[in-house]
């Protein structure tokens, strides 16, 4: 069990006292493991700023979308090929300007 503070070490001139036999787990989970979370941490956050900038993709409702050329849409009127063709082209675009903006390393 992890002790709930850090266990003192014994006093020398008291021979009675030994160490605490947790103190190796206060050490490895205290000292360790917690010290390596946070600095973990950091590039997480990072990471996460640096996809902050897809969240308009990543919010993208795909019924809405299809809806937009189908009767459905704003106009009530289904969306001509040429319009499609466009908006194809204009994905097209995208992604490249996305694909080059998604870091290889964090």
Known sequence: MIPPEKPLPPDK???TKFLDENAW???AFQEDLLINLNR?????SEYVETYRAFEEENNLDPDKYVAKFTEEGDGKTPATPQEIQNDIYKQIQNEEKLLDRIPMEI
């Open 25 to 27: 787990l206060w050490e």
């Open 40 to 44: 973990a941490i950091v590039p997480l």
């Open 13 to 15: 001139n008291d021979k």
